[in-house]
């Protein structure tokens, strides 16, 4: 049984999409959420619909130094994936950069770690924040999705899988995020189910 633990700060529309798509697997299951924001509507919401994942709000530290915020904070976090027994990371909306403390920790043998994220732009193209309203802005005809393996940088690790979609001529950016959005549930659930039936997750290329 393959154990994931998903990680969360904001509306979670995600997070909610894996916790779903979990209960249809056979083989992965998603015994731990983690919310490092007391704001988020997953608190209440996960308890009452999915009893069979626990929530662990885990907010960082009052620490002015950020290196020492994130590594006192991080060493908390992977003290509950280690209780709940966690083989891989999923972010879903998780607003921090993840650092050496989790990154060593799931590591593997190819170097690769097994924490993965979904951001929605045609990486390497707009990483970080809104990135939505960068490709609009920007005039993409075509923008997309990323799903990649999580290393130190900003949206830089090797990519999974990425599917790209329109951006029509009337769209606002409110329908073109929601089109975005559609995309996202839809290959983040294609991506978690391919973990639960081949066990494992590869780069889309190996870069020689
Ligand atoms: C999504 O657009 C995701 O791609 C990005 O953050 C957003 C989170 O949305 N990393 P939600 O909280 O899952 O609704």
């Known amino acids: ?14 997070a909610i999409n894996l916790l779903k798509t979990a209960n249809g697997l056979e083989g992965l299951q998603i015994p731990l959420l983690i919310v490092d924001q007391q704001t988020s509507p997953l608190l209440e919401r996960v308890p009452e619909e999915f009893p069979n994942t626990e929530v662990a709000l885990i907010t960082p530290p009052p620490m002015k130094d ?7 904070h991080e ?3 992977l003290a509950t994936l280690k209780a709940h027994s ?3 990371c999923f972010l879903a909306g998780y607003m921090r950069l993840v650092g050496p403390t989790l990154l060593r920790a799931f590591r593997q043998e ?13 990486l390497p193209k707009y990483p970080g924040l809104n990135a939505y309203e960068q490709a609009f802005q920007a005039g993409e005809k075509i923008s ?13 690790g090797p990519v999974i899988q990425q599917k790209s ?13 929601e089109r ?3 995309i996202e549930w839809t290959l983040y659930s294609e991506v978690l189910t391919r973990l639960s039936r081949e066990g494992t997750l590869r780069p889309e290329k190996i870069k020689s």
């Open 1 to 14: 049984m393959i154990r994931v633990a998903v990680f969360a700060s904001g509306a979670g529309s995600n």
């Open 66 to 72: 950020a290196r020492s915020r994130r590594e006192v």
């Open 75 to 77: 060493t908390e976090v």
């Open 86 to 88: 966690i083989d891989w």
């Open 110 to 122: 190819n170097g690769i770690s097994k924490i993965v994220n979904i951001h929605p732009s045609l």
């Open 144 to 156: 997309g999705i990323t799903i990649h393996f999580v290393d130190e940088g900003m949206d830089t």
């Open 165 to 177: 979609f329109p951006r029509e001529k009337r769209d606002e950016l409110e329908k073109f995020i």
């Open 180 to 182: 975005g959005k559609q």
